[in-house]
């Protein structure tokens, strides 16, 4: 490349402009003339670490020093995203970075899109788990994240005529600048009687506009160096690399299945691994602070992340008992003044219980104390609910039956002090149903913390033209405050203010539409209606409800209906096992297909299935969203969140009373939210009195011409057979009460017709989204959990490393 002459650049750019040209040459080993764009990506990345690494440094010693109280998170999940433009927003770096860039002859986009996404979780549970870990750190909360280091993130997703394809992620192929390995932090953990070794990877998470950065540390697995010695020595070395191999499998590789426990072994290897792992680090920390290990509950707070990491309430009594000497009854109370726990689903399929054999195989030890701890639960229970075995029979943390299990959920409560549900609809279900029984015996212990998402990455990161037009209409304080948004709510009539609304929102759509063309080759409208569905696909969450209602728009179209002009956009990954998943995929693809080419549209309709939604793409995606679909049947999406991403980005919601929809329509108001469907009671007195689809589809004349058409192969080639699976379960079972909304679903669709007629007033909604939706910062609800379940307080972290900033 020549030589490029420098532009002006800021002292800060011109700091990061230094720091790229030297680590060019002392990281990449390169001159200018040999550089690739990654090379180039990888010098900024270091560049802005080496500026980060004062802060991460210095909260370290300041942790140390002080001896604080430390929040722990527990996830087998953290889909964190590019960490690139994030930490330049943290430090106030974005502008710099761009004119350094500019001064190498590169642009800041083109470094950005270089990054690959550390995708290490599957969906809502694994990205809620990466905007706490922000929300401590802005709130300079002393707070570890622990994980696993999968070498493979979730599956990257191609979209071809047959649906969805999948290929592997192989994000650390080029390394990772974000990382420090700490070879000196490993821990054994024995498994099958096999030790792995876990070596602590660490990546700081930088606070907003404060000088705290914490650390999330994931455990890769490794074999033990002496490993398998014996055979090596018997001449056996392919069999001992072979172990070798083995282990090092533990973390190669995340578990597609969002919602779905399949019961295999290496993932309850993996659940073992990286919570053993961590607990031991929590007892190096301890001991390294001269805290005795009866005060382990006083140092350290635990949040299991859903029952992935239940097992720790195990291990904690193993590790107290067995290897800190400490009596059964202290431990119990340490462990549970430690433990909390956080519920994500009600979904049945998705609660873990691991059969009993694979448990012994595995983990005998953690087995014995399971039973001993069930055994003194039951004790007190008999004592307490005389002549009741039905009901201790449904406490047990094992399930009877011919393949007997341990249930990871009743684990999870009993071994903690709080459990939580994700949104007040979802916690009183909790309370109500799943853990009824629960409930009886201890009424206490169950709470509610509403999901929040964090400001920073899916508004300023996200959206930067939104985010300078609120830093010029109400100050930069909402970023932290997100509350502040309130002072918006004058402006939602104020004409000017509504024209630079628009202009910004255009801005999103047009970029919007040109990632359309780049990924689909499809060209959309930018000023039509921007209708999206992105999250995972599952029937609980009815992507398939939405394309029946594409096909009933497609139809009135054609019979010259004057409708006005809409892009349907959906997104999201399919687990691979999961056939009616993918089978919806393929329909959206089909119908695509076909609507798209069809003259009669004249521009009215597009279809659009964009592939490998990730967090990259979600940033894109939700600034552009003018109507949120957020349809699941009630009482089944515990939170959801892309629902938050998009209201705070100034989408309206078309969406049914479930998780955390009705606290954002009790904030954004009826007026601004378009709500159809059965609320979950109602639901369930329909169950009471069985459920049949038919009745409300032979009421229906256009329902039955959509399916109708589905079924002749209109969008499958004229293969009738291909959406059977999927026409024929709506028709008989209907699981997920399609048919019961669908007509209602199909009034509020016309609603939004007619709303989006009105162009000023749904810029007024729209702005009116924005300013109500402060409540769900997920800074709000990581104060919730800090004030009322860890009891963490702050700890400002002061500049006080001895290494030299490089500024
Ligand atoms: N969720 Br359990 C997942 O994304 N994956 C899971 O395995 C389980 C739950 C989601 C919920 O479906 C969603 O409603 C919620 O907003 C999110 O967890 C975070 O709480």
């Known amino acids: 490349m020549a030589s490029p002459t420098p532009a002006p650049c800021p002292p800060k750019g011109q700091a990061l402009l230094e720091a790229m040209r030297r680590h060019l040459f002392s990281s990449q080993a390169k001159s200018a003339s040999l550089a690739t764009i990654h090379d180039h990506y990888v010098c900024l990345s270091l560049a802005v670490r080496d500026i980060l690494l004062t802060s991460w440094v210095d909260t370290a010693d300041t942790y140390t020093s002080q001896h604080v109280r430390t929040a722990t998170y527990m996830s087998a999940e953290f889909l964190l995203g590019p960490h690139l433009e994030n930490n330049l927003v943290s430090l106030g770096l974005r502008e710099e970075a761009a004119a350094a860039c500019e001064a190498l002859g590169l642009t800041l986009e083109e470094m950005l899109a270089e990054e690959p996404e550390p995708g290490l979780g599957n969906g809502g549970l694994g990205r809620l788990a990466a905007c706490f870990q922000e929300s401590m750190a802005t709130l300079e909360l002393p707070a570890i994240g622990y994980g696993i280091r999968y070498e493979f993130g979730i599956f990257r997703q191609q979209i071809g005529p047959n649906g969805q394809m999948e290929s592997t992620d192989p994000w650390l192929a080029r390394g990772n600048p974000w990382e420090v390995i700490r070879p000196e932090w490993s821990y054994p953990v024995l498994i099958g009687g096999q030790t792995v070794i876990g070596v602590a990877y660490d990546t700081p998470i930088l606070g907003y506009g404060v000088h705290t950065a914490n650390t999330l540390r994931l455990w890769s697995a490794q074999a033990p160096d002496a490993f398998d010695f014996a055979s090596f020595n018997a001449g056996d070395y392919t069999r001992a690399v072979l172990h070798k191999v083995q282990s090092e499998t533990l973390s190669k590789v995340l578990y597609p299945n969002d919602e779905l426990e399949q019961g295999k072994r290496l993932r309850l290897s993996q659940q073992i691994f990286f919570v053993s792992c961590s607990l031991q680090d929590m007892f190096r920390i301890l001991g390294s602070q001269g805290i005795p290990v009866t005060e382990f509950h006083r140092k350290f707070a635990v949040q299991l992340n859903d029952t992935h990491p239940a097992i720790a309430v195990a291990e904690l009594m193993r590790l107290l008992i067995d290897v800190h000497g400490v009596d059964w009854d202290t431990a119990w109370s340490i462990t549970t003044a430690t433990i909390s726990y956080t519920n994500h689903t009600l979904l049945p399929e998705a609660l873990e219980a691991w059969g009993l054999e694979l448990f012994q195989q595995l983990l005998p030890r953690q087995l014995q104390i399971i039973f001993e701890i069930n055994a003194r639960f039951l004790r007190t229970l008999r004592i307490r609910f005389p002549g009741q075995p ?177 892009t349907v956009i959906f997104g999201g990954k399919a687990a691979p096992g999961y056939a009616m998943a993918k089978l919806i995929i393929r329909l959206i693809v089909g119908m695509a297909e076909i609507i798209n080419i069809d003259p009669a549209m004249d521009g009215r309709l597009r279809v659009i299935f964009l592939p490998n939604f990730s967090v990259k793409l979600g940033q894109k995606i939700y600034p552009a969203v003018d109507l949120s679909e957020q349809i699941s049947t009630a009482g089944m999406e515990a939170s959801g969140t892309g629902n938050m991403k998009m209201s705070l980005n100034g989408a309206l919601t078309i969406g049914t009373l479930d998780g955390a929809n009705i606290e954002i329509r009790e904030r954004v108001g009826d007026d601004n939210f378009f709500l159809f469907g059965h609320t979950a009671e109602q639901l369930a007195a329909i169950n009471r009195n069985g459920y049949h689809p038919m009745p409300w589809l032979e009421n229906d004349a256009l329902a039955k011409e959509a399916i109708d058409l589905i079924g002749s192969g209109h969008f499958s080639e004229g293969d009738r057979d291909l959406f059977h699976p999927l026409l024929a379960n709506l028709c008989s079972s209907d699981p997920f009460r399609v048919m019961a909304d669908l007509g209602d679903y199909r009034r509020a669709q016309n609603e939004v017709d007619s709303a989006w007629c009105d162009a000023g007033r749904w810029s007024m909604m729209s702005v009116l989204n924005t300013a109500r939706c402060g409540f769900f910062s997920s800074d709000r609800s990581i104060q919730e959990y800090a004030d009322r379940i860890w009891k963490v307080a702050p700890v400002p972290v002061n500049a006080c490393s001895v290494i030299p900033s490089p500024s």
């Not at 920073?456 to 300078?468: E, H, M, S, T, Y």
């Open 390 to 566: 039905e009901l201790l029979e449904r406490l047990s943390l094992i399930e009877e039956g011919p393949h007997r299990k341990v249930r990871m959920a009743h684990l999870a409560v009993v071994g903690s002090h709080t459990v939580n549900g994700v949104a007040e609809l979802h916690s009183r279900l909790l309370k109500e149903n799943l853990f009824a029984d629960f409930a009886r015996v201890w009424p206490d212990r169950f709470t509610n913390i509403t999901n929040g998402v964090t400001p920073r990455r899916w508004l300023a990161v996200a959206n930067p033209p939104l985010a300078a037009l609120l830093n010029d209409a109400i100050g930069t304080d909402w970023c932290r405050h997100l509350d502040q948004l309130r002072k918006l709510e004058p402006l939602a009539t104020d004409a000017g203010f509504l024209e630079r609304w628009q202009g910004v929102r255009e801005q999103a759509k047009e970029r919007l539409a040109a990632t359309i063309r780049q990924d689909t080759g499809v060209l959309v409208d930018p000023s039509s209606l921007f209708d999206v569905q992105v999250k995972r696909i599952h029937e609980y969450k009815r992507q398939h409800m939405a394309a029946l209602q594409v096909v009933e728009r497609y139809l009135r179209l054609r019979a010259g209906e004057d409708l006005p002009p809409r």
